[in-house]
C-alpha cells in the first residue's frame, strides 16, 4: 500500500513540478481583436464574375472558392476586410427552384439553424429586382452575420456579410457596419 502511495505521488510531482514533462510549451497569446471598420471607397471593386451570373460591389478583389458536393457545383466569392467577411455564392442545384422558393429557404434556413452556436435573430422576406428573396440575422456568439438567400432558376444564392467580435462593438460600430451591409446587398444584382 505504501509503495502504491510513494508512486502516486511521484507521478502527480511530475505532472505539477516538471513543467517539460506533463506541460507543453506556454499556448501562443490570442490574435489582436479585429474591430470592425468600413471600406475605404477606394478599395470597392466593381465586380462581375466571367459567367456574367451577378454584379456586386465588394470591398476589395474578392476571391473565388469552387468546390463540388453531391453532384453540384459550388461557387463561392469572397472579401475580407477589417473584421469582416463578404460573400456572394451559388450552388447549382440543376432543379428549377420557380414556384418552390419557400422550400429551398426551409432548406437554408434548417442549415444555419444547425450550424454550431448559431441562433437566428430575425428573418424577412427581400426582394432584389424580380426576384424574392429571405434574410437572416444570425447571432454567432463572437460573430454576427445577415444572410440573404435567392433561388434564381436552378440556382440556390446567398449573401452574407459577418463580422467578428460583434459582442464588443459599440452601438455606432453596429449602426455603421449595417449600412455597409445594406449597401452591399443593394449592390448584388441577377440577370432577369
Given at each position: 500500500m505504501i509503495l502504491k502511495q510513494i508512486i502516486f505521488f511521484a507521478f502527480i510531482s511530475l505532472i505539477y513540478a516538471n513543467p517539460g514533462?506533463?506541460?507543453?510549451?506556454?499556448p501562443p497569446p490570442p490574435p489582436p481583436a479585429y474591430i470592425y471598420s468600413s471600406p475605404a471607397e477606394s478599395s470597392l471593386i466593381r465586380f462581375s464574375p466571367?459567367?456574367?451570373?451577378?454584379?456586386?460591389?465588394?470591398?476589395?478583389?474578392?476571391?473565388?472558392i469552387s468546390s463540388q458536393?453531391?453532384?453540384?457545383?459550388?461557387?463561392?466569392?469572397?472579401?475580407?476586410?477589417?473584421?469582416?467577411?463578404?460573400?456572394?455564392?451559388?450552388?447549382?442545384?440543376?432543379?428549377?427552384?420557380?414556384?418552390?422558393?419557400n422550400a429551398a429557404y426551409l432548406i437554408l434556413e434548417g442549415n444555419l439553424s444547425n450550424r454550431p452556436g448559431a441562433k437566428i435573430i430575425e428573418k424577412r422576406d427581400v426582394e432584389t429586382g424580380s426576384f424574392k428573396g429571405v434574410e437572416f440575422d444570425v447571432d454567432y456568439k463572437?460573430?454576427?452575420?445577415?444572410n440573404r438567400f435567392f433561388a434564381v432558376g436552378t440556382q440556390l444564392w446567398i449573401i452574407e456579410c459577418r463580422v467578428s467580435n460583434w459582442h464588443i462593438f459599440s452601438d455606432l460600430v453596429?449602426?455603421?457596419?449595417r449600412e455597409d451591409v445594406s449597401k452591399f446587398f443593394d449592390s448584388v444584382v441577377f440577370p432577369e
Amino acid at each position: 500500500m505504501i509503495l502504491k502511495q510513494i508512486i502516486f505521488f511521484a507521478f502527480i510531482s511530475l505532472i505539477y513540478a516538471n513543467p517539460g514533462f506533463s506541460q507543453g510549451p506556454p499556448p501562443p497569446p490570442p490574435p489582436p481583436a479585429y474591430i470592425y471598420s468600413s471600406p475605404a471607397e477606394s478599395s470597392l471593386i466593381r465586380f462581375s464574375p466571367e459567367d456574367k451570373s451577378f454584379r456586386a460591389i465588394f470591398p476589395g478583389k474578392p476571391e473565388l472558392i469552387s468546390s463540388q458536393a453531391d453532384g453540384m457545383q459550388i461557387s463561392t466569392y469572397r472579401a475580407k476586410t477589417g473584421g469582416a467577411t463578404w460573400i456572394v455564392g451559388s450552388v447549382e442545384t440543376g432543379r428549377e427552384w420557380k414556384g418552390n422558393e419557400n422550400a429551398a429557404y426551409l432548406i437554408l434556413e434548417g442549415n444555419l439553424s444547425n450550424r454550431p452556436g448559431a441562433k437566428i435573430i430575425e428573418k424577412r422576406d427581400v426582394e432584389t429586382g424580380s426576384f424574392k428573396g429571405v434574410e437572416f440575422d444570425v447571432d454567432y456568439k463572437l460573430e454576427f452575420a445577415k444572410n440573404r438567400f435567392f433561388a434564381v432558376g436552378t440556382q440556390l444564392w446567398i449573401i452574407e456579410c459577418r463580422v467578428s467580435n460583434w459582442h464588443i462593438f459599440s452601438d455606432l460600430v453596429k449602426e455603421a457596419w449595417r449600412e455597409d451591409v445594406s449597401k452591399f446587398f443593394d449592390s448584388v444584382v441577377f440577370p432577369e
